[in-house]
């Protein structure tokens, strides 16, 4: 390993490593423009030069082109490289306007930072100032070409990063400028890192415009919720309201980014419809005054009735203490054990999913950008966790290849191979791609349930001659692969998928390649929701018993079936037929205008909380502010109104597990939530306060169960007496806007998301003799559902794809994964 003395001080670096590197290891901030950590070196700026003193290279060089080597000697305050770099300075600035006082980048620009510490400060040029015309780039970038120092990080991050090619580098020479060829709407989810990967303020926060600057915000670390990568954020609030979330650099779960919808899905959480104040059966209460009524409700019905006449729900977006407490709730007061998922199949494939999470299988998206091969089966990366998929390109651009088995018109940023598969043909894909990536030497070092499962999977029958060799292919790419990683999701693919990816992960292990899991849940605490939940134990039980009468009360904890299941009208009658429905909930949804009795709940900028992700990384998230109405909101855009009331911070809606303890005593104090905890999983007993775990989290292994390898379940999936040849199978699936809970109260990603559509394979399309662009009725049980179609050739034939999106009532079709007749489907007629 190559050693050199930076400004007097050695330092030992891996080859490879650049100068500008090894002396930040240092702490040693060589200035610069169009270097980033993650996009590598240009040398584009000229802003790195530093001098070699010593060494295989002399004179003035940039230190982000120059490799460490031995023996060299570099100096960064030599008056040569000063000078130089203080002339670069003086070049850029003879153009750059001077509107700090106006440009959002003012206090955390580096250009600003670099021109102040460079001594620059007096412009000698007197011609006239380059100018350029800004363009319209959506409602989350504000452009502003003119303070453009044409570093081309944009360019690089966006089109070699990210794989989107709608902006880009124009005009040549002196009339270079970075934009896209005509206004409009940018196509990248990732484009809001432009805000951070541009050195000065050509692109600028739009939605935060004008808000504040930086010094202005209170701004702590904290957890993205909009899926179930846990990404690491920072948290911008000024007067009591989130206006801003920024990056925060992780390098095992988001690397330097995040995705728009992580970016911009706050405002949920300052939306004016935003519960906070108490009801009870319609009428304003304290807070207090309803966890009271809430009490003697909830004791008289179990006098009545008994305990188990109440029942209990939460979700994948609770903290693990909401979770945990809620759960430890229906223990000690005997009621019927929480349920987190719409239906038992679910809540398998997510509890199998987390239990073949080992350790030494799980890997970071760090990892998978490393990776030699992705098979990806039951998974739509870029609109189930974009990030993954912007993970997955870096792999690609470093030679990996990707496999991608699943029945939707999966679409991502880089070129892959899809092998589009029915929901039901999911694990026989897999299971003969097994058969072609493993060898019987393999499977019997496996150990001797490895060695029966290889001989009982299917070697492909039923699999078209097509997809067969495309199969085959990808095995004997996967036999020599050293770094594999097999993504799996847990939306559309059946319970035992996630088994045999894992299987298939283990077998590989045996191989001596380094494989890896990487699986998606549905939702931000889904593993914490799987760890807690009993076998089988979901939504369709709580409805199952509210009809036959045995179920009295119901306690919602931060969910909102109405919205996420899929009978509507089935679950509304069994609500109205509750004698007590009690929510608690920081979002203004269909579940909480229902309720009897009301607790606004605080969200996790106020509360904060712990969450495991997808990888059983435990991570915790700080209170970013003590909540309270925005300013905007009380005061009507004045000072607000001097008095104590509810709006205040501090006053408003509490955490939910304080609460939820509330319910069973009102004198338990709200911090005994870490023994309520510890009565139900025992490993949060041993695990450090919030206020001292790590930056990165920690591993949570307690849900982990090796003895779950291997498991022969091919009888269940082989079994194909559900599906109907004059059927079409409706499945209802994620997208990247317009779909997650809490992001679908963003107004400025509402005017990106697409809208609402109906997806078929032309073969079936032909069938039903409908076009790309038809208006088509769906015809089902709860009713018939109009929406446009598309038609496309790169999905499973004999399916109908349709999203949950906010503006599309697909909760008529009354069951996800139903199969409906085909002449149920047809042309919708004018009204």
Same mark, same amino acid.
């Given at each position: 390993?190559?050693?050199?003395?930076?400004?007097?001080?050695?330092?030992?670096?891996?080859?490879?490593?650049?100068?500008?590197?090894?002396?930040?290891?240092?702490?040693?901030?060589?200035?610069?423009?169009?270097?980033?950590?993650?996009?590598?070196?240009?040398?584009?700026?000229?802003?790195?030069?530093?001098?070699?003193?010593?060494?295989?290279?002399?004179?003035?060089?940039?230190?982000?082109?120059?490799?460490?080597?031995?023996?060299?000697?570099?100096?960064?305050?030599?008056?040569?490289?000063?000078?130089?770099?203080?002339?670069?300075?003086?070049?850029?600035?003879?153009?750059?306007?001077?509107?700090?006082?106006?440009?959002?980048?003012?206090?955390?620009?580096?250009?600003?930072?670099?021109?102040?510490?460079?001594?620059?400060?007096?412009?000698?040029?007197?011609?006239?100032?380059?100018?350029?015309?800004?363009?319209?780039?959506?409602?989350?970038?504000?452009?502003?070409?003119?303070?453009?120092?044409?570093?081309?990080?944009?360019?690089?991050?966006?089109?070699?990063?990210?794989?989107?090619?709608?902006?880009?580098?124009?005009?040549?020479?002196?009339?270079?400028?970075?934009?896209?060829?005509?206004?409009?709407?940018?196509?990248?989810?990732?484009?809001?890192?432009?805000?951070?990967?541009?050195?000065?303020?050509?692109?600028?926060?739009?939605?935060?415009?004008?808000?504040?600057?930086?010094?202005?915000?209170?701004?702590?670390?904290?957890?993205?919720?909009?899926?179930?990568?846990?990404?690491?954020?920072?948290?911008?609030?000024?007067?009591?309201?989130?206006?801003?979330?920024?990056?925060?650099?992780?390098?095992?779960?988001?690397?330097?980014?995040?995705?728009?919808?992580?970016?911009?899905?706050?405002?949920?959480?300052?939306?004016?419809?935003?519960?906070?104040?108490?009801?009870?059966?319609?009428?304003?209460?304290?807070?207090?005054?309803?966890?009271?009524?809430?009490?003697?409700?909830? &004791?008289? !019905?179990? $006098?009545?009735?008994?305990?188990?006449?109440?029942?209990? +729900? #939460?979700? /994948?977006?609770?903290? =693990?203490?909401?979770?945990?407490?809620?759960?430890?709730?229906?223990?000690?007061?005997?009621?019927?054990?929480?349920?987190?998922?719409?239906?038992?199949?679910?809540?398998?494939?997510?509890?199998?999913?987390?239990?073949?999470?080992?350790?030494?299988?799980?890997?970071?998206?760090?990892?998978?950008?490393?990776?030699?091969?992705?098979?990806?089966?039951?998974?739509?990366?870029?609109?189930?966790?974009?990030?993954?998929?912007?993970?997955?390109?870096?792999?690609?651009?470093?030679?990996?290849?990707?496999?991608?088995?699943?029945?939707?018109?999966?679409?991502?940023?880089?070129?892959?191979?899809?092998?589009?598969?029915?929901?039901?043909?999911?694990?026989?894909?897999?299971? &003969?791609? !097994?058969? $072609?990536?493993?060898?019987?030497?393999?499977?019997?070092? +496996? #150990?001797? /349930?490895?060695?029966? =499962?290889?001989?009982?999977?299917?070697?492909?029958?039923?699999?078209?001659?097509?997809?067969?060799?495309?199969?085959?292919?990808?095995?004997?790419?996967?036999?020599?692969?050293?770094?594999?990683?097999?993504?799996?999701?847990?939306?559309?693919?059946?319970?035992?998928?996630?088994?045999?990816?894992?299987?298939?992960?283990?077998?590989?292990?045996?191989?001596?390649?380094?494989?890896?899991?990487?699986?998606?849940?549905?939702?931000?605490?889904?593993?914490?929701?799987?760890?807690?939940?009993?076998?089988?134990?979901?939504?369709?039980?709580?409805?199952?018993?509210?009809?036959?009468?045995?179920?009295?009360?119901?306690?919602?904890?931060?969910?909102?079936?109405?919205?996420?299941?899929?009978?509507? $009208?089935?679950?509304?009658?069994?609500?109205?037929?509750?004698?007590?429905?009690?929510?608690?909930?920081?979002?203004?949804?269909?579940?909480?205008?229902?309720?009897?009795?009301?607790?606004?709940?605080?969200?996790?900028?106020?509360?904060?909380?712990?969450?495991?992700?997808?990888?059983?990384?435990?991570?915790?998230?700080?209170?970013?502010?003590?909540?309270?109405?925005?300013?905007?909101?009380?005061?009507?855009?004045?000072?607000?109104?001097?008095?104590?009331?509810?709006?205040?911070?501090?006053?408003?809606?509490?955490?939910?597990?304080?609460?939820?303890?509330?319910?069973?005593?009102?004198?338990?104090?709200?911090?005994?939530?870490?023994?309520?905890?510890?009565?139900?999983?025992?490993?949060?007993?041993?695990?450090?306060?919030?206020?001292?775990?790590?930056?990165?989290?920690?591993?949570?292994?307690?849900?982990?169960?090796?003895?779950?390898?291997?498991?022969?379940?091919?009888?269940?999936?082989?079994?194909?007496?559900?599906?109907?040849?004059?059927?079409?199978?409706?499945?209802?699936?994620?997208?990247?806007?317009?779909?997650?809970?809490?992001?679908?109260?963003?107004?400025?990603?509402?005017?990106?998301?697409?809208?609402?559509?109906?997806?078929?394979?032309?073969?079936?399309?032909?069938?039903?003799?409908?076009?790309?662009?038809?208006?088509?009725?769906?015809?089902?049980?709860?009713?018939?559902?109009?929406?446009?179609?598309?038609?496309?050739?790169?999905?499973?034939?004999?399916?109908?794809?349709?999203?949950?999106?906010?503006?599309?009532?697909?909760?008529?079709?009354?069951?996800?994964?139903?199969?409906?007749?085909?002449?149920?489907?047809?042309?919708?007629?004018?009204?």
């Amino acid at each position: 390993m190559p050693k050199l003395i930076i400004d007097h001080r050695e330092i030992e670096v891996a080859p490879g490593t650049k100068v500008i590197e090894a002396a930040e290891r240092l702490g040693i901030m060589i200035p610069r423009f169009c270097y980033h950590p993650a996009l590598g070196s240009v040398g584009a700026c000229r802003m790195c030069a530093v001098q070699f003193l010593e060494g295989p290279v002399k004179g003035v060089q940039m230190s982000c082109m120059v490799e460490a080597q031995d023996g060299m000697v570099v100096s960064t305050t030599d008056e040569e490289a000063v000078d130089f770099r203080r002339q670069v300075i003086e070049w850029l600035m003879v153009n750059h306007p001077h509107d700090c006082p106006v440009c959002d980048e003012g206090g955390h620009c580096l250009l600003q930072d670099m021109t102040i510490s460079g001594g620059h400060g007096i412009r000698k040029f007197p011609g006239p100032k380059r100018t350029y015309p800004d363009q319209y780039l959506g409602p989350l970038l504000q452009h502003e070409m003119n303070r453009c120092i044409h570093c081309y990080r944009c360019v690089r991050f966006y089109q070699q990063y990210c794989g989107y090619l709608d902006l880009g580098v124009m005009g040549s020479a002196d009339r270079t400028w970075f934009g896209r060829f005509e206004d409009g709407i940018l196509q990248s989810p990732f484009s809001g890192n432009l805000t951070e990967i541009c050195p000065t303020g050509v692109y600028t926060d739009k939605p935060s415009r004008f808000f504040g600057r930086r010094w202005d915000y209170q701004r702590s670390p904290s957890i993205c919720l909009n899926c179930s990568l846990g990404c690491h954020t920072v948290a911008g609030v000024r007067y009591r309201e989130i206006k801003r979330i920024e990056t925060r650099v992780s390098a095992t779960v988001n690397g330097h980014f995040i995705c728009d919808r992580g970016r911009y899905g706050f405002f949920y959480a300052s939306d004016p419809s935003r519960p906070r104040q108490a009801m009870v059966d319609g009428r304003r209460v304290s807070t207090a005054d309803a966890l009271e009524t809430a009490r003697k409700r909830l &004791a008289d !019905i179990g $006098r009545q009735a008994g305990p188990g006449a109440i029942a209990t +729900a #939460g979700s /994948a977006r609770c903290s =693990l203490q909401t979770q945990a407490v809620l759960k430890a709730l229906c223990r000690r007061q005997a009621w019927q054990a929480p349920v987190f998922f719409a239906d038992p199949s679910r809540t398998e494939a997510v509890k199998t999913a987390c239990a073949r999470l080992e350790p030494e299988l799980a890997v970071s998206l760090h990892e998978v950008e490393k990776a030699d091969f992705i098979l990806a089966v039951g998974a739509d990366p870029l609109n189930e966790a974009p990030m993954l998929a912007l993970a997955m390109r870096q792999a690609r651009r470093n030679g990996a290849g990707i496999l991608v088995i699943d029945p939707r018109p999966v679409t991502l940023p880089f070129e892959f191979d899809h092998l589009p598969a029915t929901p039901a043909d999911l694990p026989l894909y897999l299971a &003969a791609l !097994i058969r $072609r990536a493993v060898d019987r030497d393999t499977a019997n070092r +496996a #150990g001797t /349930a490895a060695s029966h =499962l290889y001989d009982v999977l299917p070697a492909g029958d039923g699999i078209s001659a097509e997809h067969a060799d495309r199969i085959s292919s990808a095995g004997k790419t996967l036999r020599h692969c050293r770094r594999p990683v097999i993504v799996c999701g847990s939306d559309v693919a059946m319970p035992q998928v996630a088994g045999l990816a894992a299987d298939l992960a283990v077998y590989l292990q045996t191989a001596r390649q380094k494989a890896g899991l990487f699986v998606l849940l549905p939702g931000p605490n889904a593993f914490g929701a799987a760890m807690l939940s009993e076998a089988g134990r979901s939504w369709q039980q709580v409805i199952e018993g509210i009809e036959n009468g045995t179920i009295k009360a119901l306690v919602v904890a931060e969910s909102d079936p109405l919205q996420e299941l899929a009978d509507r $009208r089935r679950l509304e009658q069994a609500l109205n037929n509750l004698d007590l429905l009690i929510v608690l909930d920081y979002i203004d949804s269909p579940t909480t205008q229902k309720a009897h009795i009301l607790l606004p709940s605080a969200t996790i900028f106020e509360a904060g909380g712990l969450f495991i992700n997808q990888q059983a990384r435990l991570q915790a998230a700080a209170p970013a502010f003590a909540g309270g109405q925005p300013i905007s909101q009380s005061g009507g855009g004045d000072h607000p109104a001097r008095n104590y009331a509810a709006g205040i911070p501090g006053a408003g809606p509490q955490p939910a597990w304080e609460m939820i303890v509330a319910l069973a005593d009102k004198n338990t104090r709200p911090m005994d939530d870490r023994i309520w905890q510890a009565a139900v999983t025992a490993e949060i007993a041993g695990l450090p306060p919030l206020d001292d775990l790590a930056d990165e989290g920690l591993r949570f292994e307690a849900a982990a169960d090796a003895g779950r390898r291997f498991k022969d379940e091919v009888a269940s999936w082989l079994d194909k007496s559900g599906r109907q040849n004059d059927s079409l199978q409706v499945i209802v699936v994620d997208w990247t806007f317009g779909t997650e809970a809490l992001s679908a109260y963003s107004s400025c990603l509402q005017k990106i998301e697409a809208p609402p559509c109906a997806l078929m394979h032309v073969t079936d399309a032909n069938d039903l003799k409908l076009s790309d662009g038809d208006l088509i009725e769906i015809k089902a049980g709860g009713g018939s559902l109009q929406l446009p179609l598309r038609v496309v050739d790169n999905m499973s034939a004999g399916i109908v794809v349709i999203p949950r999106h906010r503006k599309l009532q697909w909760q008529l079709l009354e069951a996800e994964g139903a199969f409906i007749r085909k002449d149920l489907i047809g042309k919708a007629t004018a009204a």
